[in-house]
């Protein structure tokens, strides 16, 4: 979510563990600045992530000056990140997409490397299970022949033991 993106300060960062902790949202209201709690409980969380993620993050940070463990790391906007991607966009000649689609982009391909519905919720902050399922189970059905495969190969290995 791009408010719990941008609440983000260097206190919420772990190198060492290659983790965040999601636990404040922002958003501008009347031309003020406001951190608020997340959206729900379940969307205060910590996750993991890659190590090339986390450098790409340590270096911008590097680059940031003066930046405090209580200032928020990513400063950006809507429009000049959707700028960013419109350029991009062009460039690669892909559809386009809102900057909160890239949340759904993350959980599909979670969803085809094999993840788990709690998992992903989880990782998503969703409220409970059913509301990630209720929202990617549409991308499920094309599991079907990856579990009849499953079933053969373990009906193969006892048949043979």
Do not use: C, W
């Amino acid at each position: 979510r791009m408010g719990e993106l941008t609440a983000l300060t260097p206190n919420d960062i772990d190198f060492g563990n290659n983790s965040i902790t999601i636990n404040k949202s922002y958003r501008k209201i009347d031309g003020k600045d406001v951190i608020t709690k997340p959206k729900t409980l379940k969307s205060t969380r910590t996750i993991l992530l890659p190590d090339f993620v986390m450098s790409e993050i340590k270096q911008f940070m590097d680059s940031s000056y003066d930046l405090k463990k209580s200032d928020r790391v990513f400063t950006i906007t809507k429009n000049p990140l959707r700028n960013a991607m419109d350029k991009a966009i062009a460039i690669s000649g892909v559809k386009r997409i809102r900057i909160h689609d890239l949340r759904h982009s993350h959980a599909s391909l979670l969803i085809e490397l094999g993840a788990s519905p709690l998992l992903i919720a989880e990782r998503l902050g969703h409220k409970n299970v059913k509301t990630t399922l209720n929202t990617y189970s549409h991308l499920y059905p094309n599991k079907q022949a990856q579990i009849i495969a499953m079933i053969k190969q373990n009906s193969i290995k006892q048949v043979s033991a």
